[in-house]
T-cell receptor, first 115, second 110 residues
Framework: ETGVTQTPRHLVMGMTNKKSLKCEQHLGHNAMYWYKQSAKKPLELMFVYSLEERVENNSVPSRFSPECPNSSHLFLHLHTLQPEDSALYLC??????????????FGSGTQLSVL | QKEVEQNSGPLSVPEGAIASLNCTYSDRGSQSFFWYRQYSGKSPELIMFIYSNGDKEDGRFTAQLNKASQYVSLLIRDSQPSDSATYLCAVTGSARQLTFGSGTQLTVLP
């Protein structure tokens, strides 16, 4: 266990559904991340929450909406997804120092399938 | 040009051999370099990090960094079948964001 817990592990949803992914970190870190991993592609950073500041990848569609109520919890709200959004969604946390990313600890991921 | 480039493989080595995994990066201002291991169906796990030019050893793993050539490598000595995984290179660039390569799939043959 890495100290980062993600639920659910698997999710199948239709294009009209609304669902949320949940992440919790028990490491005392001050930054949390959502990454998307598609087959044969690099890990793609979607969102970062650091010291209550949110940084987002401008290429992420608005059908993905993050929420970070505190430094230990992170959500990714999903609505009206497309089949091409099917991928492994990974949550990670780190202890950021002076704005630089340091070592990431990943959760087990949510394998999402959009039908 | 990809920001962080890795040979996708698959790379196959016999058990007991040295596996050499390579990574190049485009941002000359990059400061921090990481290697993650990802088993099939699992999430990435940090195994090595290096900040300065030269070699850094940890057990059977050695990370090598050459900033002039914008090159970082991971050597695995005495490779074991349990080392079979995808290895992801990640680099913190001058914008202080972490960028991952696509990964190299390594298979260690018994």
């Amino acid at each position: 266990e890495t100290g980062v817990t993600q639920t659910p592990r698997h999710l199948v949803m239709g294009m009209t559904n609304k669902k949320s992914l949940k992440c919790e970190q028990h490491l005392g870190h001050n930054a949390m991340y959502w990454y998307k991993q598609s087959a044969k592609k690099p890990l793609e950073l979607m969102f970062v929450y650091s010291l209550e500041e949110r940084v987002e990848n401008n290429s992420v569609p608005s059908r993905f909406s993050p929420e970070c109520p505190n430094s230990s919890h992170l959500f990714l709200h999903l609505h009206t997804l497309q089949p091409e959004d099917s991928a492994l969604y990974l949550c990670a946390s780190s202890q950021q120092n002076r704005g630089s990313n340091e070592k990431l600890f990943f959760g087990s991921g949510t394998q999402l399938s959009v039908l | 040009q990809k920001e962080v480039e890795q040979n996708s493989g698959p790379l196959s080595v016999p058990e007991g051999a040295i596996a050499s995994l390579n990574c190049t990066y485009s941002d000359r201002g990059s400061q921090s370099f990481f290697w993650y291991r990802q088993y099939s169906g699992k999430s990435p796990e940090l195994i090595m990090f290096i900040y300065s030019n030269g070699d850094k050893e940890d057990g059977r793993f050695t990370a090598q960094l050459n900033k002039a050539s914008q090159y970082v490598s991971l050597l695995i000595r005495d490779s074991q079948p349990s080392d079979s995984a995808t290895y992801l290179c990640a680099v913190t660039g001058s914008a202080r964001q972490l960028t991952f390569g696509s990964g190299t799939q390594l298979t260690v043959l018994p």
